[in-house]
């Protein structure tokens, strides 16, 4: 979400002072790292793993790659992309929470997954990056929490290598009436239940449910997508709308 012209911003469905946003969404990752792959299974019943696998289905990775799994979490991107690069290839996982960090070090160290990764804290809407470094930037479940959103596309549009794509995968917007009424009754019901059970969490996954209504739609992250200087942009819609897949390329 850009930021307005009065300084202030979107942290779910309250508004609170731009400068403050990214702490608050730190706190709320700090919070849930530690459970953040149990409440994945639970809060999508396991299709989240279809979401991502259909992800790398479209990135186009190869071996001898480089590339940026952004806000990458606890690795489950960066792990398929590790094998897919081979010894010559780079992935960086990069997030902007140290404690989200700290649980995908482990996770991928655990599987054996060591010599082609690289662990950076980043912010990413100032990508610490040269110019035209990366094959192919995803970034999942990720860009809702960014406070403004149009700087963070400019930024990994720039790291791109001419030839590049960048992978967006993230929660949307539904035009099914039926499934957006139980969706909502799920977000704001159940989910935070479940976060208080599994995580003695309810706020922070409150806020996860909120965020993804403060959301773009699809068309207006294409647009976005578009503005930030990506090419070819297209999305494809997962689960009715509940997600989608935006891919944009630079030329």
């Not at 960014?146 to 001419?162: E, G, I």
């Not at 403060?214 to 009715?240: C, I």
Request: with cysteine; glycine share 8%.
């Amino acid at each position: 979400m850009k930021e307005s012209q009065d300084n202030t911003t979107h942290f779910g469905y309250k508004t609170v002072e731009t400068d403050k946003k990214a702490s608050m969404v730190a706190d709320v990752f700090h919070s849930v790292a530690t459970k953040y792959d149990i409440m994945n299974d639970l809060m999508s019943f396991g299709i989240h793993r279809l979401w991502k696998r259909q992800t790398i289905a479209c990135s186009g990775v190869r071996a001898g790659h480089k590339v940026l799994d952004l806000a990458g979490g606890t690795g489950d991107l960066t792990a398929k992309f590790s094998e897919l690069v081979g010894d010559k290839g780079q992935v960086v996982l990069g997030d902007i929470n140290n404690s989200m960090l700290k649980v995908g070090r482990e996770k991928l160290r655990d599987l054996g997954l060591v010599s082609n990764i690289e662990y950076v804290q980043m912010n990413a809407e100032m990508l610490p990056f040269d110019d035209n470094t990366f094959d192919v930037i995803t970034i999942a479940f990720g860009l809702r929490n960014v406070t403004d959103q149009s700087k963070a596309l400019r930024s990994m549009y720039r790291v791109l290598k001419p030839g590049g794509r960048l992978l967006v995968l993230e929660f949307s917007k539904t035009d099914n009436e039926a499934l957006a009424k139980l969706y909502d009754m799920y977000s704001f019901t159940l989910l935070p239940a479940m976060g208080k059970l599994v995580a003695n969490d309810s706020e922070s996954y409150r806020y996860l449910a909120e965020s993804i209504r403060m959301h773009p739609d699809q068309e207006t992250l294409k647009s976005m997508m578009d503005e930030a200087g990506f090419e070819q942009t297209d999305y494809q819609n997962m689960t009715g709308g509940i997600v989608a897949l935006h891919r944009g390329f630079k030329f």
